[in-house]
């Protein structure tokens, strides 16, 4: 009998830990459902970082370029 509480009490604080989880956004459980969009987006979201850089790389890049340009200013000074 002490086993199905111990089992009860288990399923209890699982409960607890994947609603902490799901209020975090780190999973779907009860009250929230993915869509498929957002499954999609999860699963295919790795494999277009790595077909098409993203806005931070073409950022830092039109950064890089412009400090080189000013230093080549510079040098010319």
């Not at 009860?30 to 869509?35: F, G, M, S, V, Y």
């Given at each position: 009998?002490?086993?199905?509480?111990?089992?009860?009490?288990?399923?209890?604080?699982?409960?607890?830990?994947?609603?902490?989880?799901?209020?975090?956004?780190?999973?779907?459980y009860r009250r929230h459902r993915?869509?498929?969009?957002?499954?999609?987006?999860?699963?295919?979201?790795?494999?277009?970082?790595?077909?098409?850089?993203?806005?931070?790389?073409?950022?830092?890049?039109?950064?890089?370029?412009?400090?080189?340009?000013?230093?080549?200013?510079?040098?010319?000074?």
């Amino acid at each position: 009998m002490w086993w199905l509480l111990l089992a009860l009490a288990a399923l209890v604080v699982a409960d607890r830990l994947l609603l902490r989880a799901e209020a975090r956004g780190w999973v779907y459980y009860r009250r929230h459902r993915a869509t498929s969009t957002q499954v999609g987006s999860a699963a295919f979201g790795p494999v277009f970082d790595l077909i098409q850089p993203t806005r931070q790389v073409i950022v830092e890049e039109r950064d890089r370029q412009e400090l080189m340009r000013e230093q080549a200013g510079q040098d010319e000074e």
